[in-house]
């Protein structure tokens, strides 16, 4: 099975978490590529002796007048030159891609594959539950028989792809004496063998939809829930129909090619492309490795770090294309064959009485004030998770609204007037129609007219607004407003004096004394027989219905 080392890193804030996996050999990356990485670097090393002990040996201590070494010297300077050549053009392979993408594909497949291995646990669940039998031998019989026919299911198509499985069960007859198929079960396959020459891994399952069919008839299991049974029966054999198709349809061999001939061939390129050479030109040298200095590495130490990586990556491929094998990351199918087996005869078993119904620990508190916690958890109690507006806006809040309470300007009766009123002030909004000279995209003219005598205009159009003094509002009225223009000056929207721009605090707005209607926590006034408001603080009142209640 993959190895786990969850609960190593666990607790990643530690320091150095990760240099604890980074030790061990079971599954690591060492113990995939060290044998290659030896031959690898056995090869470099060849190739780089030959190079000094021949090459640079031959060419450096010679007459030059010789044939010979003028013909060292031309050998020395080939290699040289083919060093270069293969070095600047191994680097146009797109290793990294081809191999990301090939390892993304495996990595899939691999995951895809476990989730679709069957478990019998529903089914053996729902055998519990809605499979009625006595709790006698013949009861027990039959549920048992069940469990074991889809694990009889299971073994039989698994070991046809599942190498562990295949040397634990190598025959037909070795499930027989390992007790999961009896002798006159196995005389029926050897039977069927002379009839049909295909897998007939399926055959046990066939047998418990027939027990299902016969329960259903004999009245221990009514027909919705037989057919919720015989689902369950289906999807244990789609499981393993998947599998198996997984194993005879493999990634195309043309990709699988493609990807190990790239690595193949970077490396046996960098062979050459990454050996230490000593030029006897400076420019060479200059060209060579961009350096003024002269220095002579021996090994190649991140030559070494780049075939790990890249060999280790594609290593990963090879040991996850098929799980099913003997590798550390393979899925070890014998230890949950094994399980299957327990856990199924262990939930179907009926002499497994299940517990009396009994009062809980927390009958008389009806809900528990809280759970305990130990010493070493009682760090972690916190209270219970709010979304990230409630946190954010509850403490805006405390910090901008520190009086919570209404203003008391109208009584009770008015409050519950509006409390009944059928239309919402976002209503109102709907059947409002302001004219275009008064739009707000063109209130910067107004700013720029006369100022107006200070005195009131009536308008008897109630299309119109009213022209106030803030003189004249009691101090009831705490909003002052003109209504030839609306303007903005903080984050509540408030009708403000032509003459004067009061920048009052979101609460203070344009009122109504008779009454007080509150929809949030601004207070908002409003005229019963108008509600002008494009905003829950925008507020228009009529002056006339203002002078005859004696509010000026």
Known sequence: MTVSYSGDVANASRFGIFIKILL???????????????????????????????LVANSDDCDEALPSCIRWKKYR????????????????????????FYVSLVLNRWWKQYKTLPWPDSFAIMLVGVFVVDNDDKGRILRRTMIRYVTLAYCIALRTVSFRLKKRFPTIEHLVH??????DEYEEFQRLDEKVVANKW??????????????????????????????????????????????????????????????????????????????????????????????????????????????????????????????DDDFELNRLLD?????????????????????????????????PYTLASVKDRNTEFQGSAEITLNYDLRMYLTDKFYQ?????????????????????????????SRRLSQISHLFARKKRPQRFQRFRSRKNFMTAQPEHFPSAV???????????????LLLVDPRRRNSLDPTLLLVDPRRRDSLDPTLLLVDPRRRDSLDPTLLLADMEFLENYNIV
């Not at 300077?77 to 990301?100: A, K, Q």
């Open 24 to 54: 061990r050999w079971r599954g690591s990356v060492y113990k995939l590529v060290f044998k290659e990485l030896i031959a690898y670097s056995a090869m470099y090393m060849v190739v780089n002796i030959m190079y000094r002990l021949i």
């Open 77 to 100: 300077v080939v290699f040289e030159t083919l060093r270069l050549y293969v070095n600047n053009n191994i680097r146009t392979i797109p290793l990294t891609f081809v191999l990301g």
């Open 178 to 183: 390992a007790g999961l198929m009896r002798q």
């Open 202 to 327: 399926f055959l046990p399952l066939v047998w418990c939809a027939k027990i299902i069919g016969e329960g259903v008839e004999n009245g221990n299991l009514n027909a919705p829930s037989g057919s919720t049974v015989m689902n369950e029966v289906g999807k244990i054999r789609q499981g393993l129909t998947t599998i198996l198709t997984y194993d005879w349809i493999s990634i195309p061999l043309v990709y699988t090619q493609v990807v190990t001939l790239a690595v193949y061939f970077y490396f046996a390129g960098a062979l050459f492309g990454s050996q230490w050479v000593a030029p006897t030109r400076d420019e060479v040298h200059n060209m060579i490795y961009k350096t003024s200095g002269r220095i002579d590495l021996f090994y190649p130490f991140f030559l070494t770090l780049q075939f790990a990586f890249f060999v280790g990556w594609l290593k990963v491929a090879e040991t996850l294309i098929n799980p099913f094998g003997e590798d």
């Open 339 to 371: 399980r299957h087996l327990h856990v199924g005869f262990l939930i179907v078993d009926p002499s497994k009485e299940k517990p009396e119904l009994l009062k809980d620990s927390y009958w008389d508190e009806q809900i528990p004030a809280e759970i």
């Open 408 to 436: 008391d300007v109208g009584g009770p009766t008015q409050l519950r007037r509006r409390a009944k009123s059928r239309e919402t002030i976002y209503e109102s909004v709907r059947n409002l129609r302001f004219p275009k």
């Open 478 to 492: 705490l909003g002052q407003v003109d209504p030839r223009r609306r303007d903005s000056l903080d984050p509540t």
